[in-house]
């Protein structure tokens, strides 16, 4: 199961999916699609937003039910999260970055970066945790804290892409790493 951790700074906790002044919860819903579905059914995955403004994580895992992959119906559910209702699949908590980051140090952690290795010399495996921001670059701070634990860093290309093009690489990348280790 690949996990991905996008740190984002451009959404808080107030979630009104027709309003951009709360942030980018449009990315949020396109990176779950990406993270989460396949053509017939979801993946293993899990996908974790940290979400700065408030210090909390947003996580969504193949538990979900009645979600779409469409972002519509996406936003609809963060949208009751946010108000309290609940779904096995989403979660809402209260949480620091250092103590989701601790959940995975048993992992294979990995930031998506243009500076890091490529991608395909690494071929990180299906359980690898990938760290990745949202439309905007993460922080000096959290950098220096990736850095402090000695969290690889991978490049899927030169070019900056999509927090959810991003995302649909590795899972594309890890589903032929996959194939060619059977």
């Not at 579905?37 to 993946?43: A, H, I, N, P, Y």
């Not at 609940?86 to 908590?93: D, R, T, V």
């Not at 030169?158 to 927090?163: E, F, I, N, Q, T």
Request: positive net charge; contains cysteine.
């Amino acid at each position: 199961m690949a996990t991905f951790i996008v740190y984002c700074q451009s959404a808080g906790l107030n979630v009104e999916p027709n309003n951009p002044s709360h942030g980018r919860f449009d990315l949020i819903a396109r990176c779950v699609s990406s993270a989460l579905w396949l053509d017939k059914g979801l993946r293993e995955n899990a996908i974790h937003f940290y979400l700065a403004k408030s210090r909390s994580a947003l996580s969504f895992s193949r538990k979900i039910r009645q979600v779409s992959p469409d972002e519509r119906s996406i936003l609809m559910w963060v949208e009751k999260i946010f108000s309290g209702r609940s779904n096995p699949g989403i979660a809402l908590e209260g949480i620091s970055f250092d103590e989701l980051l601790k959940r995975f140090e048993r992992e294979k952690v990995y930031l998506l970066d243009t500076k890091g290795k490529d991608f395909f010399g690494e071929k990180p495996s299906k359980d690898s945790v990938f760290i990745l921001s949202d439309n905007l670059p993460l922080p000096p701070g959290i950098l220096q804290k990736l850095k402090s634990l000695k969290i690889k860093t991978l490049s899927i290309g030169p070019k900056s892409y999509l927090s959810s093009h991003a995302i649909s690489f590795a899972n594309i990348a890890l589903d032929r790493f996959e194939n060619l280790r059977l």
